[in-house]
C-alpha cells in the first residue's frame, strides 16, 4: 500500500536538535555531533542543526517521541553529561536564544500540552573564542561520544537510556 501523497510524512520519532557557532571554538561541538549522526543515517532519527534555539522551533517538536538537545558546555563534567529536561520559564523566551527547557515552557504555552520527552547532552566544552578550532580536549569528548554512537549502531533508543547513555 502506498503513502497518500495529500499527507504530508510523519515526523521521524527521535529529534536530535544540535546548536552552537561553529565559529566560536568548542561551541562547536553540538553541530558537529549532529554532522556525525546524519552520517549514520539513524533509523527514525531526524537532525536538525542550527547556531541556536528560537520559539519558532517549537513547531520542529511535535509529533516526535523523543528529543534529544545537543550542545556544548563549559560546566559540564567530561566527556559529557545526558539528563532528561522540563519545560520551565525563564528570560531567555524574551531574547534572540532560547535555553531548551523555554522552548519546552513555549511549546506548552502554544499547544497547551507537554512537549515530548526531552533530555540534554552536554558535550565538555573548554574554549569559545570567535576564530578558534575545537580544542583538543573538546575533539577527545567529542570523540566519546561518537564511540557510544557506533557501538549501538541504529538503535538510538537503546543507547539513551535511564537518563543516561548507556555505557
Known sequence: MSANPAMPPSPKKILCFGYG?????????GPELINYIETQELKNVECICDMQLQVED???L???EKIIFID???SCEAPFQYSQI???KDCSYTSHAMTPEALLYAY???YG???PPAYMLRIRGYQFELGESLSTAAEVNLGEVRKLLRIWGS????LFINNKIKD
Open 62 to 64: 511535535t509529533g516526535r
Open 72 to 74: 556544548a558546555d563549559m
Open 21 to 29: 557557532n561553529p565559529g566560536r571554538g568548542d561551541d562547536a561541538l
Open 113 to 115: 500540552k507537554e512537549a
Open 155 to 158: 538503535d538510538m533508543n537503546s
Open 86 to 88: 522540563s519545560a520551565r
Open 58 to 60: 517549537i513547531t520542529e
Open 108 to 110: 506548552w504555552k502554544t
